[in-house]
C-alpha cells in the first residue's frame, strides 16, 4: 500500500485525487491548510486529513519532524493563482506576486527537502504544474505572475530531479488539464474527477526513465 502524501486536498483537484489514490488501495495523507472547514474527505476509507499550509516554513518544519516513516509519493498540489496584476506598482501587487511564488514554487522546493530523506528508492514526487508554466506554449500572454510561478515550478522540478534522480526518486511535472474547480473556473473542459483519473495513472505509470520530465494528466510531454 503506497503511502502518498497531498497538498492542498482540502477542495479541487487536491481532494479529487485523494479519493482516486485512496480508491486504488494508497495510504493517503491529505494534507489541508484549515482541517476542521474541509468536508468529504475524513470518512472515506485510506484518507487521513492532517493541517498543513505550505505557505508557512514553520507549519512545513514542524510537519516534516513529526511525521514518522517514509512517503512513496508525494503530490505537491496546492496552489493560487493570486488573481490580477494591476500594474500599478503598489504594495498590493508586489504582496500578490510574493504569495504565488511563495505557495505555487517555493513551497514546493522547501516541502521536497525537508522529506528528502522521507523518500526511499523507488518514490515519486509529483509537482502539479500548468501548461502555462510552459514558456514555449506562451503566445497569449496574461496572468503574467501565475505563469511565471509555475514556469519557476517547472524549473525547480528539473533541479529537485537531479538532485533526487541518483537517489532513484522520480520527480514528475505534471498539467492536470483545464479543471473545474474555484481556479479553473465553470468553463474549464473537464471535471476532477477526470483530471484526478489522468494524475493517478500518471502515478501509476511512473518510470525512473522520466525523471525531469514535464507531462500533462493523459501522460503527454509538454514543451518547456
Ligand atoms: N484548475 C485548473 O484548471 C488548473 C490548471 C492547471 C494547474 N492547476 C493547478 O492545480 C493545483 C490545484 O488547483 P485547483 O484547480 O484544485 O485549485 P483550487 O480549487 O483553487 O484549490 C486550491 C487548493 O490549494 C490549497 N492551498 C492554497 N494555498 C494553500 C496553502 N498556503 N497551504 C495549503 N494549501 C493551500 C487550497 O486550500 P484552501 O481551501 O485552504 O484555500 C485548495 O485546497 C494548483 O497547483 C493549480 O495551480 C489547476
Known sequence: MPRTVITGASRGIGHALAIELA????????????????????????????????ASPVAMHSFATALDGTIDILVNNAGIAGG?????????????????????????????????????????????????????ANTSGGMAIYRASKAALNSISRTLAAELGPKDVTVLAV????????????????????SARGIAQVIADADPAQNGTYLDWKGDSLPW
Open 23 to 54: 480508491g486504488r488501495g494508497h495510504d493517503v495523507l491529505a494534507l489541508c491548510r484549515k482541517p476542521v472547514e474541509v468536508t468529504g474527505l475524513a470518512d472515506v476509507d485510506g484518507v487521513t486529513v492532517r493541517g498543513l499550509d505550505v
Open 84 to 136: 490580477k496584476l494591476r500594474d500599478n506598482l503598489s504594495e498590493a501587487d508586489f504582496r500578490m506576486a510574493d504569495d504565488v511564488f511563495r505557495v505555487n514554487a517555493v513551497a514546493p522546493l522547501l516541502l521536497t527537502r525537508l522529506l528528502a530523506d522521507r523518500l526511499p528508492p523507488g518514490a515519486l514526487v509529483v509537482n502539479v504544474t500548468s501548461i502555462m508554466g510552459s514558456n514555449a
Open 175 to 194: 498539467h492536470p488539464g483545464w479543471v473545474r474547480t474555484d481556479m479553473g473556473g465553470p468553463s474549464a473542459n473537464i471535471d476532477t474527477e477526470t
